[in-house]
């Protein structure tokens, strides 16, 4: 497992160190403003805590923590306005899913139509 790096740029933005459009944040969660916006609601959750990834958050965390972290998932979803006409959660774990940021997060993306979720795949399902 890799070792968490405490340059990596969320955990600066968690510390205040770079600005962020900050959406949501208690004790444990953070959400933000994606920087390259895959819809007109693209947010970034994050625990504040040092998690590499989706795999490094399930192993490592309280089970009260993944729990707690979902659920507020749910509640930006919610403030965003998206959980009636719905949102897609995407998590990268590692190379092989172009994880770019190796601080734990869930992208949460909606206020559109985002298709299927292979190209080309149609909306039918
Ligand atoms: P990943 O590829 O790791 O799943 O997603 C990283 C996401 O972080 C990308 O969607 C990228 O646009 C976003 N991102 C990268 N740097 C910054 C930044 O400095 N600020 C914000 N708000 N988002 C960033």
């Known amino acids: 497992m890799t070792k968490y790096d405490q340059c990596n740029i969320f955990s600066r933005i968690i510390r205040g160190e770079i600005p962020s459009k900050m959406?949501?944040?208690?004790?444990?969660?953070?959400?933000?403003e994606?920087?390259?916006p895959a819809g007109p609601v693209h947010v970034l959750v994050m625990p504040r805590g040092e998690y590499t990834s989706f795999d490094d958050f399930v192993?490592?965390?309280?089970?009260g923590l993944i729990a707690?972290?979902?659920?507020t998932v749910q509640r930006i979803a919610e403030q965003l306005g998206v959980r009636e006409s719905g949102y897609r959660l995407?998590?990268?774990?590692?190379?092989?899913?172009?994880?770019?940021?190796?601080?734990?997060?869930?992208?949460?993306?909606?206020g559109?139509?985002?298709?299927g979720l292979v190209p080309g795949d149609g909306e039918s399902r």
């Open 90 to 110: 995407i998590a990268n774990h590692g190379k092989h899913a172009s994880q770019s940021v190796p601080h734990f997060h869930v992208h949460l993306i909606g």
């Open 34 to 36: 994606d920087i390259n």
């Open 68 to 71: 707690r972290f979902f659920k």
């Open 23 to 32: 959406v949501y944040q208690d004790e444990f969660v953070v959400a933000i």
């Open 112 to 115: 559109r139509s985002l298709g």
């Open 59 to 63: 192993t490592k965390a309280p089970e």
